[in-house]
């Protein structure tokens, strides 16, 4: 699979190299530009290439994920997102990202923001509830799924959610499907009991 890249922090250049040993092709972007990228993707090797943001967008066939922090999700170009899988890994932080009523008063999660913006997208929030550390040292692609660590999964367009849950069992987690993005999503938020919690998939029964 093709898997664009849009942001090259902790969360971006670490997801990158989990797909990058799982088989896949990923293109990494930043709004510094390709040159800034150069030591990740020597890093990474072959499999990975440094891109622009559009050209990262346009990479992803059909996966796209977006690994930066929640208010630039208004730079992704939405017209070129038609049809892609948008993964949303972003969590809304009002002291960093700003005042946004409808977020802070539970009227929409974040990932619907997201949606509205790109609206022809099919958003799957994922991967946004454990620290970067946790998914670096993690990952068990050989073990039973019981003793795997699970990774959340929203969205609201099925196929997108499948595709999504796939990539997550291939790094060496184990996907769990919360709902739709609003409900889903509010059981993925920084308040919610899993978050950044290393939860077993055997073990998630503590966590009700």
Do not use: C, W
């Amino acid at each position: 699979m093709r898997i664009g890249i849009v942001g090259s922090g902790e969360i971006g250049a670490t997801v990158a190299g989990l797909f990058v040993r799982a088989g896949h092709e990923v293109a990494v972007s930043n709004t510094r530009g390709p040159a800034s990228l150069a030591a990740l993707v020597s890093e990474l090797g072959p499999r990975a290439r440094a891109a622009t943001v559009e050209d990262a967008v346009a990479f992803g066939d059909p996966v796209v994920v977006l690994a930066i922090p929640f208010n630039g999700y208004r730079t992704l170009p939405a017209d070129l997102l038609t049809g892609k899988v948008l993964v949303d890994t972003t969590n809304y932080v009002p002291g960093r990202d700003g005042a946004d009523e409808a977020l802070q008063s539970g009227a929409l999660t974040s990932s619907e923001r997201i949606a509205e913006h790109a609206k022809s997208a099919r958003v799957v929030k994922a991967v946004n509830t454990l620290n970067y550390t946790y998914l670096l040292d993690r990952g068990r692609p050989g073990a039973a799924r019981k003793d795997r660590t699970a990774l959340f999964v929203a969205g609201d367009d099925r196929e997108a959610v499948r595709i999504v849950a796939g990539l997550i069992d291939e790094i060496g987690f184990a996907p769990v499907e919360t709902g739709s993005l609003a409900e889903g999503g509010r059981r993925q938020q920084m308040d919610s009991p899993v978050f950044n919690r290393p939860l077993k998939y055997g073990q998630l029964r503590l966590a009700d």
